[in-house]
């Protein structure tokens, strides 16, 4: 009997020593994704979304994120959850503002927004588009409303405008924490998330429609550490080549998460094929979502040589995050055409000593002319 007890030490000894070793052996945004699970099924801390809703404004309180380590973007703790924002009736809704602050577990203070990642917004594309019986978008674009991100606290739409939802309709977010700087403490957060809405009822709005563009650039799936060669001048050293890798129309795969070495770094993308205009668009907004060392991010128009949107971004001087990113936001808008070429330009300045992680993308909003004949043709 002793020496079967002390076989299945052994053995437990092993397995969880293989476990360990297997943990350890995570990339940090991983071990996070199981260290979360462990602490909402143990109930070690809250676990539930929380909403509050009044006629202008629905706030969604995330689960408690345990900040534990160093977390660059991407890896730290994280929560998704489909809501809805009024599930008693069946009403039309405008998505006018977005905001994300971090808060307290108790929720009683703010916190620094160092300790926001990032907060997306989507719909669920047949589900919204079926209700307005435009099927043909369905699967037609990645289906999100915008990000909130470090150094984009909030942000409203221009007066006037909103995104149309209805109040019983299903949305997804997905909030993610961050810490580029406390080493020397554990503690735990919320993400107080809030979105402000227009009712249709009470005052019709312009309806918007959003898209994501953002950069990517092209990389060696045999080598991908390798950076830029004769072949591939390029080239970017991808973050991980799981996530945000994408595949061109060549089959060549590409990344929009890559590592910048210290130093200035200047980058150039072609945003034409992904902005995919059809005839012409009027865009009234655009907020961005770089993360720190990124210092500007243009939206040219190569054709006329016309800048539409620069965003000079300004970092911390005594620690690592982004301070304020500018949004771009016009009642008139701006016109975009499909015969013109449209560029994203990219500057970084990496003032350490360690290689850091970069995205860069643009949430824009143009005007929906077949979504405004839909919602003049129903009745409320």
């Not at 969604?60 to 929560?79: L, R």
């Amino acid at each position: 009997m002793r020496r079967r007890s002390k076989f299945i030490l052994i053995f437990l000894f092993l397995i969880l020593a293989a476990g360990f070793i297997y943990f350890k052996s995570l990339k940090t945004r991983h071990q996070e994704l199981i260290k979360s699970k462990i602490y909402y099924t143990l109930n070690l801390v809250d676990s539930e979304w929380k909403k509050e809703l009044n006629d202008s404004e629905v706030i969604f309180t995330s689960p408690t994120f345990v900040i534990s380590n160093i977390y660059k973007s991407m890896e730290g703790p994280k929560s998704d959850q489909y809501v809805v924002i009024d599930d008693s009736n069946e009403e039309l809704l405008y998505l006018t503002a977005f905001k994300t602050n971090a808060v307290s577990s108790d929720e009683a203070r703010n916190l620094s927004n160092d300790f926001v990642c990032h907060t997306n917004f989507e719909y669920r594309d047949a589900e919204h588009y079926n209700r307005w019986n435009m099927t043909d978008r369905i699967n037609s674009q990645y289906p999100r409303i915008t990000s909130i991100s470090n150094g984009v606290e909030n942000f409203k739409l221009p007066e006037g405008f909103g995104f149309p939802v209805f109040s019983n309709e299903r949305l997804f977010i997905n909030a993610q924490a961050l810490n580029h700087n406390i080493t020397d403490s554990s503690f735990h957060i919320k993400h107080k998330i809030e979105i402000g809405y227009t009712k249709h009822s009470q005052k019709p709005l312009i309806p918007l429609q959003p898209k994501t563009v953002f950069m990517m650039f092209p990389f060696d799936p045999n080598n991908p550490d390798k950076g830029p060669t004769e072949q591939l001048p390029n080239a970017c050293i991808p973050v991980e080549t799981k996530n945000h890798t994408y595949i061109d129309t060549k089959g060549n795969p590409l990344s929009g998460h890559w590592i910048i070495k210290p130093g200035k770094y200047n980058y150039a993308y072609d945003a034409s094929s992904q902005l995919h205009i059809k005839d012409s668009i009027r865009l009234h907004q655009i907020t961005s979502h770089l993360h720190p060392f990124a210092n500007r991010f243009v939206l040219k128009d190569k054709t006329t040589n016309q800048i539409i949107y620069d965003c000079k971004s300004e970092n911390f001087e005594n620690k690592i995050g982004l301070k304020r990113t500018p949004s771009f936001s016009s009642e008139k808008g701006v016109w975009m055409y499909e015969d013109h070429t449209y560029e994203m330009l990219l500057e970084v300045n990496n003032t350490t000593d360690k290689d850091q992680e970069m995205m860069a993308s643009m949430a824009i909003f143009y005007y929906d002319d077949a979504m405004e004949k839909k919602i003049n043709e129903l009745k409320f």
